[in-house]
């Protein structure tokens, strides 16, 4: 089954220490991101990667990191979390040659930082 | 910076109705136009995506886009209570630009 899985689903962790929340996807997928969701301010896209080794920032990518190793793995870094980045994480893919379109997003990352 | 309006709602019809959900966007230079449906602690799934001006039709589903006036809209006809969920508007920018700029979406509520 053609998939993006996250992990964790749910994550409470405190100020300062540092989390991963992995991303992976079955389709060969040379597009991948990540965006944040929060009340009131919608979707927004906080790294994107074009392919292995090709990263780039987003509109919100402040206290984030991530890499990309592999063309299947995405995972996004959070070194020194803060409450204000407590909100809901999705990892998304795209088909090759479809640029931003975005066709396939993970399930969600619920993060809480307190 | 670049925007894109969306009536928050809730938009709320009756079952059988036509759904109007209308977006706007501010990018003279957007290119490629995406409606998302997210249900309820769901994530995102793309239902339509349009590029030229005029209507595209998929089933149930109508995206209207009018680049003069910067306006791109949902048609969903004999909405079902199924269908009840936010819709998201996503626009992004030719020239290499993979940053989409969604709204923050439209409430609809279909009602039986």
């Known amino acids: 089954e053609a998939q993006v899985t996250q992990n964790p689903r749910y994550l409470i962790t405190v100020t300062g220490k540092k989390l991963t929340v992995t991303c992976s996807q079955n389709m060969n997928h040379e597009y991948m991101s990540w965006y944040r969701q929060d009340p009131g301010l919608g979707l927004r896209q906080i790294y994107y990667?074009?392919?292995?080794?090709?990263?780039d920032k987003g509109d919100v990518p402040e206290g984030y990191k991530v890499s990309r190793k592999e063309k299947r793995n995405f995972p996004l870094i959070l070194e020194s979390p803060s409450p204000n980045q407590t909100s809901l994480y999705f990892c998304?893919?795209?088909?090759?040659?479809?640029?931003?379109?975005?066709?396939?997003f993970g399930a969600g990352t619920r993060l809480s930082v307190l | 910076q670049k925007e894109v309006e969306q009536n928050s709602g809730p938009l709320s019809v009756p079952e059988g109705a036509i759904a109007s959900l209308n977006c706007t966007y501010s990018d003279r230079g957007s290119q490629s136009f995406f409606w998302y449906r997210q249900y309820s602690g769901k994530s995102p799934e793309l239902i339509m995506f349009?590029?030229?001006?005029g209507d595209k039709e998929d089933g149930r589903f109508t995206a209207q886009l009018n680049k003069a006036s910067q306006y791109v809209s949902l048609l969903i006809r004999d909405s079902q209570p199924s269908d009840s969920a936010t819709y998201l508007c996503a626009v992004s920018s030719s020239g290499g630009s993979y940053i989409p700029t969604f709204g923050r979406g439209t409430s609809l509520i279909v009602h039986p």
């Open positions: 990667s074009m392919n292995v080794e090709v990263t």
């Open positions: 998304a893919s795209s088909p090759p040659g479809q640029g931003s379109v975005i066709q396939y």
């Open positions: 349009i590029y030229s001006n």
